[in-house]
Each structure stands twice: as structure tokens, then as C-alpha cells.
């Protein structure tokens, strides 16, 4: 069956796609970019970077941060992160609702080949 990946493109070229959601999410399923940044093999500082370039997007931090102390510090979801994961989750799950019998259509064309 095929699969539909939502990518938003914003108006300053921008976009927010199913990995930087991922990321998103495993921050807060983690509680660390670096655990989160491992789950994606990626580097941390890519992560890193991805994170800050959603907050250049939004105009607010989607994550924030502690450091140090006993637990060893973490990140976690802000408001702004948490609703930004949600509205794109059920854009998604829209999307597949509403072109789901196209979707089986072009599945069952492109396995006749």
C-alpha cells in the first residue's frame, strides 16, 4: 500500500516534514536531544540544528532545556512544541482519511506494472 508523507513549506522557505516531527517526538519520549538525535542516527549537532531552525521558523523555542544538576539535566516538549507535533500528527491522519481510496487506486496500479 502506498504511504502519504505530509511536508508543510512555509513562506520564508522553511518546512516542517516527518523528521523534524520525529525528532520532535523523541525528545519528548527521551527527555534528551542526544538520545533522541541517536534514534534518528544522526549527530547531535545536526539535531541540534534542526531544532534551532524550527524555532527560527515558529519565533519560539519548540524544546526547552536543563542542565547539569544530579539527574544530569534534559530537554523537553514546550506548549508551542507539543501543539506544533499535534496539529501536524492530525494533518496527517486527515490527509490519509481523505485520500485513502486514491491512495489504494494508485497502490493497485503501481503493483501491476
Request: hydrophobic share 40%.
Amino acid at each position: 500500500m502506498a504511504r502519504l508523507t505530509i511536508r508543510i513549506d512555509f513562506d520564508d522557505g522553511s518546512a516542517l516534514g516527518p523528521g523534524k516531527v520525529r525528532l520532535l517526538e523523541l525528545v519528548a519520549e527521551t527527555g534528551s536531544i542526544r538520545k533522541a538525535a541517536a534514534g534518528m542516527k544522526m549527530s547531535y549537532r545536526k539535531a541540534w540544528l534542526l531544532l534551532k531552525a524550527l524555532e527560527k521558523t515558529f519565533g519560539r523555542p519548540l524544546i526547552e532545556t536543563t542542565t547539569g544538576g544530579a539527574r544530569g539535566g534534559g530537554a523537553s516538549l514546550t506548549a508551542l512544541g507539543e501543539a506544533v507535533v499535534t496539529r501536524y500528527r492530525e494533518i496527517g491522519r486527515e490527509a490519509v482519511r481523505g485520500s485513502a481510496r486514491h491512495l489504494t487506486y494508485l497502490s493497485n496500479k503501481a503493483m501491476r506494472k
